[in-house]
């Protein structure tokens, strides 16, 4: 606390500066990386307070406070993550109970995430693969990727829920004409994630690959795979 309060009170000892007390020294260290770099943030805050955690344990009367940007950038993405998380948990939870309110087989407000589950996930793997890391902005985006991509869902499943008795060729009929509206919405979606993938800064550039794969995959899941699933009897 004595070094924020200004530099009038501080002093340089042997290189190091100290408060005036002499009880409180300030020790700076460059990273060869810079705080974007999550995962080597990670392995570099982790092996910090592993150290810090050695000193204080050998020196009780010792307190090492550890900060700057690598440190906040670990504290925030476990926020983030954490916070998505929850979103998640409870988002996913209040969609499945308006679709089963919605539905005549109630079952079925199960299969309705499956189009978004499949586009979180490739666009993950994807990102891990192209990038061999995921941000903290792209994994928190994940949360608001369900909500809006569990719509194509929703529209195949609530078409063929009404249609029981129908054989294939009528549902292919029914799900033919949803085609025109789901991509033209998703790629309107798409397009506005394209401009974020432009974008200078890495958490936003990962936000729009994210938002754009996952978009694309989930209404294709929905339009060509999802109606497989829903049955007719």
């Not at 008795?165 to 060729?169: C, E």
């Not at 991509?183 to 979606?189: E, P, Q, W, Y």
């Given at each position: 606390l004595p070094l924020q309060t200004g530099f009038g009170d501080t002093q340089i000892v042997d290189g190091r500066?100290?408060?005036a007390d002499g009880d409180h020294i300030l020790m700076m260290a460059e990273p060869t990386f810079s705080s974007s770099d999550a995962r080597n943030s990670v392995v570099l805050v982790a092996d910090m307070l592993r150290i810090r955690d050695e000193v204080e344990k050998q020196f009780p009367d010792v307190h090492v406070a550890i900060t700057g940007g690598h440190r906040m950038s670990v504290d925030n993405a476990t926020l983030i993550k954490g916070d998505a998380t929850r979103c998640i948990l409870l988002g996913m939870t209040a969609m499945l109970l308006l679709c089963i309110t919605a539905y005549r087989r109630k079952w079925m407000a199960i299969?309705?995430?499956?189009?978004?589950l499949f586009g979180t996930l490739i666009a993950g793997v994807v990102l891990v693969l192209w990038d061999n890391h995921?941000?903290?902005i792209a994994a928190g985006f994940a949360t608001i990727a369900i909500g809006i991509t569990v719509d194509y869902g929703i529209y195949v499943v609530?078409?063929?829920d009404n249609g029981v008795?129908?054989?294939?060729?009528s549902a292919g009929r029914i799900v033919s004409r949803l085609v025109p509206p789901t991509?033209?919405?998703?790629?309107?979606?798409i397009g506005a994630f394209a401009v974020?993938?432009?974008s200078s800064l890495h958490g936003y550039h990962q936000l729009g690959m994210f938002g754009a794969i996952g978009v694309l995959m989930s209404a294709a899941f929905a339009l060509l795979i999802l109606p497989l699933l829903v049955p007719l009897a």
């Open positions: 500066i100290t408060s299969i309705t995430f499956l189009p978004s995921l941000s903290a609530y078409h063929l008795g129908l054989d294939r060729v991509f033209i919405g998703a790629f309107t979606i974020l993938a432009g």
